[in-house]
């Protein structure tokens, strides 16, 4: 009595749906983990898209002198006692002018309409204006930014409904910011600014930019990539290739596995606690922030380095020196130049992470408003020490604003911290794929 | 050997980086503390930015606690100028001050903020409440008969039949928030006393300070929910909850009218102009606080306090009023006490 292989008896079947149904289960697993991934990227796209484009007004502002230089003499001194607060009316009399010359009938008075301008644009008119005294006296092209509200209403986050019960707008002004925009008076455009331009405070959430927070966490980055991938290297080479095995070594490398797992906050406790308190370093620094970050990088280096150095067969070393090569010449020379796919990587991924950390930035006092670029380098704060902010901490403070605009801004940021993340990794998977070599 | 070299330039560069930063100071003003004053203190910042040949001034959040704790580690380029607070500065942590060499401290009071509780805009009609319900609504236990019971109260109609007929969904800033201090007494404290349940706690407990502390004694079975993170978190618990009542900021109210409706406390509805004359009932000052020792070593700093209280900022028109300060009727002798640099 003889079977076919080909007819399943029930024991086969019963192995066959099993192996079905574990199929079915990756399969579960890998879509719910897309939907997810699906869900949270539209939520932020749909949501911060509209950061990246901006409500613009170009009006024609005058510039009297009575105003802006009472000596007349041009005398810096003077003009610069003239605060924002003394422009401000002189760019609601040109969009009243403005309004009046495209022959646009509104109900609203004066001040109603000035408030379709940026609180930020006094302070754009008045920087030109003090870089060029000549142009007082006359009247000049500006590009201002819009109100928040009225650029909320092109980009459809406020309408006519939420504008009836917004004490900060009217549906009057949405109206005139319509008739404003079919005149070619305001017009939207795509938003540099959000990239390079400061914080801004919570009454001009349209003027709020990434600027600093980009400069800082790329200050912050420089100084990993300088600490930790030096010594981080140094220690795996010796560990792996160097250093006895014995029980310190176990035990240091124990900790270090240990390390990779600790809070990212005790860090920050660590850095307030030395950098600051005890090496005297300025707070809020992209220096201390990076050598916190650095301290927190360094293990996943170290692991991903030995794994690098681990990885390279024994035979290269062993040629190396069968051929009068010394141990130090036979690592430099031979197997660092191959691990170092391996090494990059590990660095890249470690970067990544520190990147988008936020906690330990916390208690050193980067969680801040912060409106000037910080310099690289000034004799009066160090190397890398004027205060700054950086990408994840600029997400956290946004969203903590009371102004509604300041969800889309935040939404924005995490869309510009994806893109960076996202690049990381590329070019980390493309060095690894490219360079990588098996045995 | 290249790799060599870039590793030794590299710690190199390190140890440079080191000697180099031992040496650093700052001439940015920096400020520190609560996070109902960050959004005042970053627009006074802004403006001074823009307008004063000084860097902008570092304002950093955390809390009044936390904001105070750093002001009074010492004096020194590494630590904070200013201390925001939502409230006066405590006895113990002016010892502390002491003890760390922050003696001469100047006391600025920027205006009052009022405290408003506001529900979902299209939610039931929580449009007038009073001291004795917010009470009666969240204390953990009330006087019956002569005894403590647990709150037996699971709507608001329970509460008084006035209000609508929906569960007690509370959202109140946490403890950590200088808010919940000026809730507990303002309100919760205020309502023991004014509906009657202090004298009958007094009765049962004779002793005073239970009694306070019994009054003050929050539910914690569900229906007031402590809130440790900002308005935003109350506002997104709100939207979530259409029975949800919040407590919020006036400014943080001002700038979301097309989402939440704001109630009345007995009777009085929640303005600058109630705020300032003291008929609506809970409010507080706000404060900041000074290192007298850091005038004329940081640059900026005198200017930055002046600038604060000037009436271009602080003022009623100012841009603080309109973004939700009730500012200060005595703002003229604050700005004297700044001119003369007065401590406290």
């Given at each position: 009595m003889t079977k076919s292989l080909y007819t399943e008896d029930a024991r086969t079947k019963r192995r066959n749906a099993a192996e079905r149904r574990f199929k079915a289960y990756g399969a579960i697993a890998i879509g719910i983990a897309m939907v997810a991934l699906v869900i949270l990227l539209t939520s932020v796209v749909s949501q911060g898209i509209g950061a990246f484009r901006q409500t613009y007004i170009t009006i024609d502002v005058p510039l009297p002198e009575a105003k802006l230089d009472k000596s007349g003499t041009r005398d810096m001194a003077v003009m610069s006692k003239v605060t924002t607060i003394g422009y401000a009316p002189l760019l609601r009399d040109g969009l009243v002018n403005a309004i009046a010359e495209a022959g646009i009938q509104t109900d609203l008075s004066d001040k109603e309409i000035g408030d379709l301008i940026s609180k930020e644009a006094p302070a754009t008119v008045r920087d030109r204006v003090l870089a060029n005294p000549d142009l007082i006296g006359g009247t000049d092209r500006f590009t201002l930014l819009a109100d928040g509200r009225i650029d909320g209403y092109f980009k459809g986050r406020v309408t006519m409904a939420s504008a009836a019960l917004d004490k900060n707008t009217s549906p009057g002004k949405l109206e005139l910011a319509d008739k404003l925009r079919d005149a070619g008076i305001m017009n939207v455009k795509f938003n540099w600014a959000f990239l390079t331009a400061p914080d801004a405070s919570d009454q001009r959430p349209e003027a709020a930019g990434l600027g600093v927070a980009i400069l800082g966490s790329l200050y912050m980055m420089i100084v990993v990539l300088v600490l930790a991938l030096p010594i981080g290297v140094a220690a795996s080479i010796y560990l792996e290739e160097f250093a006895p095995k014995n029980r310190w070594t176990d035990v240091i490398e124990v900790n270090i596995a240990n390390l990779a797992a600790v809070p990212s906050i005790v860090y920050g406790i660590l850095g307030l606690a030395i950098f600051i308190n005890f090496m005297q370093f300025n707070q809020s620094s992209p220096l201390v922030g990076g050598m916190v970050l650095a301290l927190m990088t360094l293990p996943t280096i170290?692991?991903?380095?030995?794994?690098?150095?681990?990885?390279?067969?024994?035979?290269?070393?062993?040629?190396?020196?069968?051929?009068?090569?010394?141990?130090?010449?036979?690592?430099?020379?031979?197997?660092?130049?191959?691990?170092a796919p391996g090494i990059l990587t590990g660095t890249i991924i470690g970067l990544a992470q520190a990147l988008g950390e936020t906690a330990p930035l916390l208690l050193i006092g980067m969680v801040a408003f912060v409106r000037d670029y910080p310099e690289a380098y000034s004799s009066a704060t160090g190397l890398f020490g004027d205060p700054s902010t950086a990408l994840p901490v600029q997400i956290y403070n946004w969203t903590q604003r009371a102004d509604p605009a300041f969800v889309e801004r935040a939404q924005g940021a995490i869309i510009t911290l994806l893109v960076f993340l996202l690049v990381m990794n590329t070019v980390a998977i493309i060095l690894r794929r490219r360079f990588e070599r098996r045995w | 050997m290249s790799f060599m070299k870039l590793a030794t330039s590299a710690l190199a560069i390190s140890a440079a980086t080191v000697t180099i930063a031992s040496a650093q100071s700052r001439d940015n003003v920096q400020v520190a503390g609560s996070s109902t004053v960050l959004p005042y203190a970053s627009i006074v910042a802004e403006a001074f930015g823009e307008n004063f040949d000084f860097p902008t001034p570092v304002v950093e959040s955390g809390g009044s606690s936390a904001g105070l704790k750093r002001f009074c580690e010492g004096v020194g380029e590494n630590t904070v100028d200013i201390a925001n607070a939502s409230r006066p500065i405590k006895d113990s942590e002016r010892e502390a001050c002491a003890a760390a060499g922050v003696t001469d401290i100047m006391e600025v009071r920027i205006g009052y903020d009022g405290i408003v509780f506001a529900s979902q805009f299209d939610g039931p009609e929580f449009t007038a409440f009073t001291q004795d319900q917010w009470y009666k609504a969240l204390a953990a236990e009330l006087p019956v008969d002569g005894a403590m019971v647990a709150n037996?109260?699971?709507?608001?109609?329970?509460?008084?039949?006035?209000?609508?007929?929906?569960?007690?969904?509370?959202f109140i800033p946490g403890t950590k928030h200088g808010t919940r201090e000026v809730f507990e007494v303002n309100v919760i404290e205020a309502g023991c006393e004014s509906s009657g349940a202090m004298e009958e706690i007094m009765a049962i407990t004779s002793d005073e300070d239970a009694t306070t502390e019994a009054c003050m004694a929050i539910r914690t079975d569900g229906a007031s929910v402590d809130i440790d993170g900002d308005y935003t978190e109350t506002l997104a618990r709100i939207d979530a909850n259409p029975n949800g009542v919040g407590v919020f900021g006036l400014a943080f109210y001002e700038n979301n009218t097309d989402k939440l409706k704001v109630a009345t406390m007995g009777g009085v509805e929640p303005s600058t102009e109630t705020i300032s004359t003291g008929e609506y009932p809970v409010s507080r000052p706000l404060f900041f606080y000074v290192k007298k020792a850091h005038i004329g070593v940081i640059p900026g700093l005198k200017e930055f306090t002046e600038f604060f209280v000037s009436d271009d900022m602080a003022g009623p028109d100012g841009p603080l009023a309109e973004y939700g300060l009730v500012s200060d009727p005595e703002l003229a002798a604050t700005q004297t006490a700044v001119a003369d640099e007065a401590t406290m």
């Open positions: 170290i692991i991903s380095t030995r794994a690098a150095l681990k990885a390279v067969p024994p035979s290269i070393r062993d040629a190396a020196l069968g051929v009068g090569a010394s141990k130090m010449q036979s690592v430099f020379h031979h197997v660092l130049p191959l691990a | 037996p109260n699971k709507t608001w109609a329970d509460v008084d039949p006035s209000l609508p007929a929906e569960d007690i969904m509370a």
